[in-house]
């Protein structure tokens, strides 16, 4: 018996889309099911709108501290309103952009909320449609903080932070991972009171520890309070907003604010997403299991999974990468895999933070023998014309072969910068084929070459 399509894809975010235009492209007939909007949560409510955000926080600093430097002498007055609007009228246009892409390609769409009724078969509203293979894309969905579940109003997740109906006074940002870092650095931009409480004693705990303590003390300049190996152990409403109890180092503290925005975590949208009683599909901590090594199949053999929804690390560009090579597998043009190894993150605060592989703390538990090598944007002349001299760039190698075993940027184009570090890993760089590469003076990413430079003893400008 045919099957309706080839293959049935549920999700269309950066995995969901981008797995359905592969397939596509590969002589597929796919159907691309989605319950919102196509771009998923990254680009209606995540990556895309919040750089919408960050960038208009970039000009906010820019004009009020920095202007005078610069030569503004006007009254600069902003519209919170209209930051929102720009930043939801972004989304709208690049949601239209997929949207485009599915028909060149021929990918059908269809939107509402899918369930996998059987090893083929995905029912959608009130028709059961089949597949020879299935693809879940549905992604994750924030967690909420014991005993403070989300209300949308009061107590808020990164949805509702990035479309607020007015600017609140005062927020407690509950996480300093990137999602708790970004919107702490864009409300505390824009005049809202921003305290940060996580309980790793740094912000940011997946990143270097020396490129966190840079970037606290840098919110801290910029007015923040941070309050970090800490947690919340009371959480009251009140007709103000929130009164939170917090367990300090120092002791306990009282905070009152308007809004309290909860960017603790992550779990998969797995929810009702299978029939239980005719489908057997494993899962672990709220997420999907998934072999990468055998293209991203889940128990069930002809059902797969990609992107958030299996699991850390939770980025876009991961989820893409995944999606391409479970279809390329899948449709035996291929037998790629994603290198976990060399996964980029980048934290689109000011100044921004990215990196990729080994941090200088767990290289050491590693046992391996380290050369490290550090160039301050403060003595790059384009940094300092650009008025953007905080931060460095830091590099960490093998001392004895050489090896990029870790890269860490913190300062303005951070997250530009780290793309040139991702594929010297890959291709295997060394130290010295780093710094003999012409870099284009003036430019940020002469930190790069010369980081390599001063490890080893021969940076010009340090």
């Known amino acids: 018996m045919a099957h309706d399509y080839d293959l049935i894809v549920i999700g269309g975010g950066p995995a969901g889309y981008a797995g359905a235009i592969r397939a596509a492209q590969l002589?597929?007939?796919?159907?691309?099911?989605?319950?919102?909007?196509?771009?998923?949560?990254?680009?209606?409510?995540?990556?895309?709108?919040?750089?919408?955000?960050?960038?208009?926080?970039?000009?906010?600093?820019?004009?009020?501290?920095?202007?005078?430097?610069?030569?503004?002498?006007?009254?600069?007055?902003?519209?919170?309103?209209?930051?929102?609007?720009?930043?939801r009228d972004v989304t709208t246009k690049m949601n239209k952009g997929i949207e485009g892409l599915f028909r060149k390609y021929k990918v059908q769409h269809q939107q509402g909320t899918a369930k996998i009724v059987g090893?083929?078969?995905?029912?959608?509203?009130?028709?059961?449609?089949?597949?020879?293979?299935?693809?879940?894309?549905?992604?994750?969905?924030?967690?909420?903080?014991?005993?403070?579940?989300?209300?949308?109003?009061?107590?808020?997740?990164?949805?509702?932070?990035?479309?607020?109906?007015?600017?609140?006074?005062?927020?407690?940002?509950?996480?300093?991972?990137?999602?708790?870092?970004?919107?702490?650095?864009?409300?505390?931009?824009?005049?809202?009171?921003?305290?940060?409480?996580?309980?790793?004693?740094?912000?940011?705990?997946?990143e270097d520890e020396e490129v966190s303590q840079t970037l606290r003390k840098s919110f801290e300049k910029r007015g923040m309070t941070v309050l970090t190996g800490s947690k919340t152990t009371k959480v009251e409403k009140t007709d103000g907003g929130v009164k939170v109890t917090v367990e300090t180092p120092k002791g306990p503290q009282t905070i009152e604010a308007e809004v309290m925005l909860v960017a603790i975590g992550v779990e998969g949208n797995i929810q009702d997403l299978w029939?239980?009683?005719?489908?057997?599909?494993?899962?672990?901590?709220?997420?999907?299991?998934?072999?990468?090594?055998?293209?991203?199949?889940?128990?069930?053999?002809?059902?797969?999974?990609?992107?958030?929804?299996?699991?850390?690390?939770?980025?876009?560009?991961?989820?893409?990468?995944?999606?391409?090579?479970?279809?390329?597998?899948?449709?035996?043009?291929?037998?790629?895999?994603?290198?976990?190894?060399?996964?980029?993150?980048c934290t689109y605060t000011e100044p921004g933070v990215a990196s990729v592989g080994l941090t200088e703390k767990k290289a050491r538990e590693l046992g391996r023998e380290i050369r490290i090598g550090k160039f301050p944007f403060i003595a790059s002349g384009r940094a300092v014309a650009a008025g953007e001299p905080e931060?460095?760039?830091?590099?960490?190698?093998?001392?004895?072969?050489?090896?990029?075993?870790?890269?860490?940027?913190?300062?303005?184009?951070?997250?530009?910068?780290?793309?040139?570090?991702?594929?010297?890993?890959?291709?295997?760089?060394?130290?010295?084929?780093?710094l003999h590469a012409m870099h284009p003076h003036p430019t940020f990413s002469e930190a790069v070459m010369e980081a390599a430079g001063q490890g080893l003893g021969e940076s010009v400008h340090l």
């Open 391 to 434: 931060g460095f760039v830091k590099l960490i190698f093998d001392k004895k072969l050489g090896e990029l075993l870790g890269a860490h940027i913190i300062g303005a184009n951070a997250t530009e910068m780290i793309a040139e570090l991702v594929m010297a890993r890959k291709l295997e760089a060394t130290q010295e084929e780093i």
């Open 275 to 345: 029939d239980e009683k005719k489908v057997k599909i494993e899962t672990f901590k709220g997420h999907i299991k998934a072999d990468p090594k055998k293209g991203y199949v889940t128990s069930v053999p002809s059902i797969y999974a990609v992107g958030d929804v299996i699991g850390p690390p939770w980025l876009a560009h991961v989820a893409h990468h995944e999606a391409i090579c479970c279809i390329e597998r899948l449709c035996g043009h291929a037998d790629r895999t994603v290198d976990y190894d060399n996964v980029p993150g």
């Open 119 to 206: 090893p083929n078969q995905v029912k959608v509203g009130d028709k059961t449609l089949s597949a020879g293979s299935i693809v879940i894309a549905t992604g994750v969905h924030a967690r909420a903080l014991p005993g403070a579940e989300f209300d949308g109003k009061t107590i808020i997740s990164y949805k509702e932070a990035m479309n607020l109906p007015t600017q609140p006074k005062s927020m407690l940002v509950v996480g300093a991972g990137a999602i708790g870092c970004e919107f702490a650095y864009f409300y505390n931009a824009i005049g809202t009171k921003v305290t940060i409480v996580e309980m790793v004693d740094h912000l940011l705990p997946i």
């Open 27 to 87: 002589g597929k007939k796919v159907l691309c099911v989605e319950q919102d909007k196509l771009g998923g949560i990254c680009l209606n409510w995540g990556c895309i709108p919040t750089k919408a955000l960050l960038t208009n926080a970039h000009v906010v600093e820019l004009l009020n501290h920095n202007g005078k430097e610069f030569g503004y002498t006007g009254d600069s007055r902003w519209d919170f309103s209209q930051m929102i609007k720009r930043s």
